[in-house]
């Protein structure tokens, strides 16, 4: 299977692709950086590109793909609805449309977050933008597109999360995950799951859609 990746240095995005450079079905993984991250592995290659709105100039490069995970994302704290739609939905959408029409048997796998909104009506702005994401993604072309909806993420293996906004409560609440893991199952998953469960999906398929934790714990 040859994946394509994108958010490749976001604490989700390192737990997939740990998951897929350790996982013996997984050919090749395409990392999709803005700038490198040095990493290397005989089976990664990247392709840095700055313009994440325009994947034209690299279309060569993005075919014979089995799927796609896309765990790019950031918080919207601070954000005006407009910047944090165009992070969002329109970055998404522009890598995902590229990739149905060079790759119509393609599985893309989004990776959300729980409390999305799908009517897009709703009152939280973050909410609304990722359920039109959401929505617009599963009606693009694709063989299969599942939609994780993860609540609390427990990074293994050395993981850390790039947000400042997110290390802080990850620092104070890092002895109780393992805790809150069993007392909230349904709720809480890892870094480890999640790219296993993301891989399964695109094996094997998932039973729906839009999945929250205690269904990406139970692939």
Not at 96 to 113: D, Q
Request: charged share 20%; hydrophobic share 40%.
């Amino acid at each position: 299977m040859n994946v394509i990746l994108f958010g490749a240095s976001g604490m989700v995005g390192q737990g997939v692709l740990r998951e897929c450079l350790l996982d013996t079905e997984v050919i090749s993984v395409l990392s999709i950086v803005r700038s490198s991250t040095g990493q290397q592995h005989p089976k990664l290659r990247e392709i840095v590109h700055k313009n994440f709105l325009d994947f034209s100039p690299i279309e060569p490069e993005l075919s014979g793909l089995d799927a796609c995970f896309f765990c790019l994302g950031v918080s919207s704290a601070g954000m005006s609805e407009e910047k944090y739609r165009r992070v969002t939905y329109d970055i998404a959408l522009a890598a995902a449309e590229t990739l149905a029409k060079l790759n119509p048997k393609m599985t893309f796998v989004f990776v959300s977050g729980a409390g999305t909104d799908s009517s897009e009506h709703g009152r939280v702005m973050w909410a609304r933008v990722k359920g039109q994401t959401e929505n617009t993604l599963l009606r693009l072309p694709f063989k299969a597109a599942y939609m994780f909806r993860p609540g609390v993420i427990v990074p293994l293996h050395g993981i850390k999360s790039r947000t400042a906004l997110y290390r802080i409560p990850y620092a104070i609440l890092g002895p109780l995950l393992p805790l809150l893991k069993t007392l909230m199952p349904k709720y809480v998953t890892t870094t480890e799951k999640l790219g296993r469960a993301m891989l399964t999906a695109a094996k094997l398929g998932a039973p729906k859609p839009i999945l929250g934790s205690s269904d990406i714990n139970d692939l």
